[in-house]
């Protein structure tokens, strides 16, 4: 068997010093070392095989991060693990205290296209993978054809649609070699909750954008447009992931959703949840009241159904600890999961033939305030996104 630790990582807006990412946003070379320290020591605590890394503007702020993180990892072997010839070496403890250096691990890079200059910078994500890559990542923004969602009216006529031709960030696609196995890990940033606001031509801004003379009609809309790509973007990503399940092939999918796992984005990316028994449902093409699928048409359903659903890790364990503190955002008071790592029923522990499972899972959030703390330190340059690891065990049973 096969163990394996695989985890998200929203590292908010990872760049080098004195880079203008947003307009009038920039780290001095003190808050970038600040930064980059705390990214080291979350990575190392984290110390996980495979890493999604979402807001990085940088491939070599990222590498930064790492090759710290290794240097760190190195000190902390070099105190903690006993040299092999004192009698105690062997204990298992050491094996968990030790720390596996990323010098020879993969790192996949997916750069936004929307990326602009100097204060209109656009993040893109990142998966570090101490197993390497099955074949060649594969990043998903640029749509072969755009994609048109119709709809119809309540009486029946044509009620125009919504299109989009680009994802608002990349989500990257990589095939991990686990053991005999191969997963494919799908890394996504969808639109944020943020609204999207028009600017008139000629404008300076949008007029929804002065709080002063507040619009809170516009503001609502700004939100719908928001909503409706960030839908229109996990549907996008479903596609991709049911094209894995259909090819038999096991996936998981990690990111920053933007979104609880009950909102209807995650449920699109997900799948449906089935129904206990189909059985007493009236059937689609009823012709009397009497018309209800039969038993055999439940099982046939149940499996259609579950066959292509993704299982959230959060929940998985929350099932199985009656833990209650997972979260891993913090805003206006509220403290909610928006990151998540979801997984084919190749992982789940109901299923008969699971290839493999969760043992454990962590979320790394002590450093998330909601803003309402002027003491705490770390609202600026820490990360404002808690850090999951799903720590996994694939293959046969040890014997």
């Not at 070699?177 to 944020?192: A, E, Q």
């Not at 449902?281 to 659903?309: F, L, S």
Request: with cysteine.
């Amino acid at each position: 068997m096969t163990r394996f630790t695989i985890a998200s990582f929203n590292v908010k807006n990872l760049i080098e010093a004195d880079q203008e990412y947003y307009k009038f946003e920039h780290y001095t070379p003190e808050e970038y070392a600040w930064k980059r320290a705390w990214l080291a020591d979350q990575l190392l605590t984290m110390n996980a095989d495979i890493v999604c890394f979402q807001e990085i503007f940088s491939e070599a702020a990222l590498r930064d991060v790492v090759i710290e993180t290794d240097e760190l990892g190195q000190a902390a072997n070099e105190a903690n693990i006993p040299h092999r010839s004192k009698g105690y070496a062997r204990k298992a403890i050491f094996r968990k205290l030790a720390y596996e250096p990323y010098t020879e691990s993969a790192l996949a890079y997916a750069p936004n296209l929307f990326d602009g200059g100097p204060g209109d910078r656009r993040p893109g994500v990142a998966i570090l993978s101490r197993f390497g890559f099955a074949g060649a990542p594969e990043i998903i923004q640029e749509l072969p054809k755009p994609l048109a969602i119709p709809f119809t009216d309540l009486d029946g006529d044509e009620g125009g649609h919504y299109r989009i031709k680009r994802l608002s960030r990349p989500i990257l696609k990589v095939r991990v070699p686990i053991g005999d196995t191969v997963v494919t890990v799908f890394n996504c940033h969808l639109k944020s909750k943020l609204g999207e606001l028009p600017r008139p031509e000629g404008a300076a801004f949008p007029p929804a954008a002065d709080l002063v003379n507040y619009d809170p009609a516009a503001r609502a809309m700004g939100s719908l447009r928001a909503g409706l790509r960030r839908m229109a973007e996990a549907w996008v990503l479903r596609q991709a992931v049911l094209e894995e399940l259909e090819a038999g092939k096991p996936v998981m999918v990690l990111g920053d959703f933007n979104d609880s796992e009950h909102a209807v984005s995650s449920e699109i990316i997900s799948g449906e949840t089935p129904f206990r028994n189909y059985a007493w449902m009236r059937r689609h093409d009823a012709e009397t009241r009497r018309d209800r699928y039969t038993d055999a048409e439940n099982e046939i359903i149940q499996e259609k159904i579950d066959r292509v659903r993704l299982h959230s890790a959060e929940k998985l364990f929350v099932r199985k600890s009656l833990r209650d503190m997972v979260y891993t955002s913090a805003f206006g008071g509220v403290f909610e999961s928006i990151d998540q790592i979801l997984m084919s029923r190749h992982f789940h522990p109901d299923y008969a033939r699971k290839i493999g499972e969760m043992e454990y899972f962590s979320v790394l959030n002590d450093h998330l305030t909601d803003g309402s703390h002027p003491e705490a330190p770390y609202n600026k340059l820490a990360s404002d996104h808690g850090q999951i690891v799903a720590h996994m065990a694939i293959g046969e049973p040890d014997a």
